[in-house]
């Protein structure tokens, strides 16, 4: 269970570092995204979504930057996780 928590605080610290200024809405989305990326399936059904369209509304809303970088409209979990973990061309 601690891998899990540590998983779920790395997603939360990566979209908190994004956040837009003054957003008050921010920690409860970056909560939702973060718990809902340690489920099964694609991250916009675990957040009870209909597509992937909604989760980059979401994105752009609270976390510009990292809606910016997602720009081959690759699946928002493994972007996540890839951007997350450092991996080349993902650092930033």
Do not use: Q
Request: include cysteine.
């Amino acid at each position: 269970m601690a891998g899990h928590r540590s998983e779920y605080d790395a997603i939360y610290g990566l979209l908190m570092e994004a956040a837009s200024p003054l957003d008050a809405e921010a920690p409860c989305v970056a909560a939702w995204v973060a718990d809902s990326a340690l489920k099964d399936g694609h991250l916009y059904a675990a957040m009870g979504l209909t597509d992937r369209s909604e989760v980059r509304a979401l994105m752009e809303r609270h976390f510009p930057a990292i809606a910016a970088g997602n720009d081959r409209d690759m699946r928002w979990k493994k972007y996540l996780y890839k951007r997350m973990c450092g991996w080349p061309g993902f650092e930033g």
